[in-house]
């Protein structure tokens, strides 16, 4: 599956009691599972990380919540993830107390999780800088190293980068440099970046260093226009679907194999209440997740656990009935900025009468429209699915289904001319 071509991300492992490991029928089919991630967990769904190779767990721990906790409590938030089978750490924060409290929680259990580092965040004079100075960018990453009791960090994300100049900056010169060398001396194992902006997020995508991202993602943000910033806490801008350089950042990533973790997946909370939410109604934990999940790409969602509790919702997941993950109705039925005519993955429109996964072959159809040319790894992940486009019977019975109005049956004919069946 290497090579030019795209390999589909998002390909999903899940865990199995009798300690071997099973690959799920996903996106690109059965998979050697061989040496693919540190730790599998009864329970848990793992995801390939783009051309990471790893397989993460498709709920992660942001730590950002962590910050505020004592010892004590970051343990029995990590532990609890650990035995619940998360296995990837986001840690961008330079606060020397969370890092240490973070390196404490995960010593003697190393092996089983994979950290996302950021370089660029620095901690002075008592408060949190991101800088591109490298007279405190490089003791801030060894500061981490020391504080996790690491010698490695798996992903090493250049941090924050939201501006295009801000990218100039981090993809040449001596910024570039020390994270090359990094990557050299095996401090980090890969190279990730974390950005807000489509724009920017882009430009690493296709940077062909950049191997994978952490990315804002929930419904509201992907309805703001993409000069908007999510930091002004306003969805006053959004419109009536997804943005275009959102949607597009999202295939551009599963063309070039660059996974995307998530942060932001619950816009802090506003999605959970109709009075803050832009749609006027409420979604739930479980909602928001599967939202994520279902785009391009994405390959974890990371969740900022300020306490067990939360980690046991984030959990609830896994378990969750489609009926509980559908976010498709919410949205379609919500007051206020609904989606329409477009295809958001959702899968509402199941079962089909002939067995079309209809939500991946529009997926399929997505990427192969984005170039001239089909790419040829896109027409093997469309040809070994069981049933094609040119096996709708047209019965319609999927539009009646489809909360955003998609015309199934004409995507389904041009999708069968696309690739010839």
């Known amino acids: ?12 492992l899940s ?72 296995n990837i750490l986001d840690c961008w924060m330079s606060e020397p107390n969370v890092r240490t409290n973070l390196g404490n929680a995960i010593k003697g259990s190393r092996e089983k999780w994979y950290i996302q580092g950021h370089i660029g965040s620095t901690w002075q004079n008592g408060q949190y800088l991101r800088t591109r100075e490298m007279d405190k960018v490089k003791p801030a990453f060894e500061d981490l190293l020391e504080r996790f ?5 798996d992903l090493g994300m250049i941090h924050y980068v939201d501006t295009v100049e801000d990218w100039n900056t981090v993809s040449k010169g001596p910024f570039r440099e020390y994270v090359d060398q990094l990557k050299a001396s095996g401090k980090i194992r890969h190279i990730g970046l974390s950005s807000h902006s489509p724009e920017v997020a882009k430009l690493a995508a296709e940077s062909g260093f950049v191997e994978m991202l952490l990315f804002s993602i929930n419904p509201a943000y992907d309805m703001l226009p993409a000069e908007a910033s999510v930091f002004e806490g306003k969805f006053d801008s959004v419109q009536g ?20 973790t998530v942060m932001k997946a619950f816009a802090g909370g506003r999605l959970f209440d109709a009075k ?3 749609f006027g109604v409420a979604l739930t934990p479980v909602q ?17 656990f300020a306490n067990e509790q939360q980690v046991l919702d984030a959990i609830a997941y896994e378990t969750a009935t489609e009926q509980e ?15 329409g005519d477009q295809c958001t993955y959702c899968g509402h429109c199941k079962p089909c009468t002939s067995s079309i996964d209809i939500a991946m072959v529009n997926k399929l159809s ?56």
Request: net charge positive.
């Open 366 to 421: 997505d990427l192969a429209q984005m170039q001239a040319e089909v790419p040829s790894s896109v027409k093997d992940h469309y040809k070994v699915l069981s049933a094609h486009a040119s096996d709708c019977i047209e019965c319609g019975a999927c539009e009646t289904r489809c909360p955003f109005g998609v015309k199934i049956i004409e995507k389904m004919r041009q999708t069968a001319k696309v690739f010839g069946y």
């Open 149 to 153: 009791q690491t010698d490695y960090i």
């Open 288 to 304: 928001c997740l599967h939202y994520a999940l279902t785009r391009p790409a994405v390959a974890s969602v990371l969740g900022g």
């Open 1 to 12: 599956m290497a090579g030019g071509g795209i390999m589909m991300t998002g390909t999903v």
């Open 15 to 86: 865990g199995c009691a009798n300690g071997k490991k099973k690959g799920a029928s996903g996106e690109a089919g059965q998979i050697d599972t061989l040496a693919l991630a540190a730790n599998y967990t009864p329970g848990m769904r793992y995801r390939r990380l783009g051309k990471t190779g790893l397989m993460v767990s498709e709920i992660g721990l942001g730590g950002e919540w962590l910050e505020r906790q004592d010892s004590e409590s970051v343990k029995k938030v990590v532990k609890l993830c650990q035995d619940k089978g998360i």
């Open 325 to 339: 993950k559908d976010f498709g109705t919410v949205l379609a039925n919500a007051p206020a900025h609904s989606y």
């Open 276 to 278: 803050s939410s832009p």
């Open 241 to 260: 679907g997804i943005d275009p350089s959102r949607s597009d950042l999202y295939q551009i990533c599963e063309k070039n194999d660059v996974g995307i």
